[in-house]
């Protein structure tokens, strides 16, 4: 139960602050798209698209309502998910997607590799330029996320099909299983489902 570690988050709304938030939030996404336009149009203006890598990616998701939830501080998917847009000269193919799993972490070694730079020792992420060349080649099992709010960690396996997910304070831990394929909106927690023992 998610009110269990997110007492004072969990505000109700009313209909129309619900529809006046979706509304902002979805005029912000022509209002990005037009500034991402803008840079890649002055890039080609100025003689630099050939020369220059473009990543576009953001920090976090957020939830509009889903799970009577706003803003973000979850480990459910809409918050954890987020996106990322990646165009190398002469290495990306034009308008091709990759399914497999990556994490904000792997930026930097990515951006290393690709700029011939050493990398330090202590960096968390992979690389994921051999993704760039080959989109659908096998990659990492799994993707991680830590959250912390109210007093409350949370951290989160999420594998291609299942997210696991633990909250734990000094008094309480709460856990999630979601079978992403069969409920990609995380509304059936299966942790306590004995089928899913192997999972968890």
Same mark, same amino acid.
């Given at each position: 139960?998610?009110?269990?570690?997110?007492?004072?988050?969990?505000?109700?709304?009313?209909?129309?602050?619900?529809?006046?938030?979706?509304?902002?939030?979805?005029?912000?996404?022509?209002?990005?798209?037009?500034?991402?336009?803008?840079?890649?149009? =002055?890039?080609?203006? /100025?003689?630099?698209?050939?020369? =220059?890598?473009?990543?576009?990616?953001?920090?976090?998701?957020? /939830?509009?309502?889903?799970?009577?939830?706003?803003?973000?501080?979850?480990?459910?998917?809409?918050?954890?998910?987020?996106?990322?847009?990646?165009?190398?000269?002469?290495?990306? =193919?034009?308008?091709?997607?990759?399914?497999?799993?990556?994490?904000?972490?792997?930026?930097?070694? =990515?951006?290393?590799?690709?700029?011939?730079?050493?990398?330090?020792?202590?960096?968390?992420?992979?690389?994921?330029?051999?993704?760039?060349?080959?989109?659908?080649?096998?990659?990492?099992?799994?993707?991680?996320?830590?959250?912390?709010?109210?007093?409350?960690?949370?951290?989160?396996?999420?594998?291609?099909?299942?997210?696991?997910?633990?909250?734990?304070?000094?008094?309480?831990?709460?856990?999630?299983?979601?079978?992403?394929?069969?409920?990609?909106?995380?509304?059936?927690?299966?942790?306590?489902?004995?089928?899913?023992?192997?999972?968890?």
């Amino acid at each position: 139960n998610y009110d269990i570690f997110n007492r004072g988050y969990h505000h109700p709304v009313t209909t129309e602050a619900a529809r006046r938030a979706v509304l902002a939030y979805y005029g912000c996404l022509p209002f990005i798209d037009a500034q991402i336009g803008l840079i890649l149009e =002055t890039l080609e203006r /100025q003689g630099l698209a050939d020369n =220059t890598i473009v990543i576009i990616f953001s920090d976090h998701g957020f /939830q509009l309502g889903e799970h009577g939830l706003w803003s973000k501080y979850t480990l459910f998917e809409q918050s954890t998910r987020v996106p990322l847009l990646v165009r190398v000269p002469g290495t990306t =193919t034009k308008g091709a997607a990759c399914d497999e799993m990556v994490e904000l972490v792997d930026l930097v070694p =990515t951006l290393c590799e690709l700029l011939n730079m050493p990398q330090a020792s202590n960096l968390e992420g992979t690389s994921f330029v051999p993704l760039l060349t080959r989109p659908g080649r096998p990659w990492k099992k799994a993707a991680f996320t830590i959250c912390s709010i109210a007093g409350h960690v949370g951290r989160s396996v999420r594998t291609k099909r299942f997210r696991y997910a633990e909250w734990r304070s000094k008094r309480s831990m709460a856990a999630e299983l979601y079978d992403l394929a069969a409920d990609p909106w995380e509304q059936n927690n299966l942790v306590s489902d004995p089928k899913h023992a192997e999972e968890v």
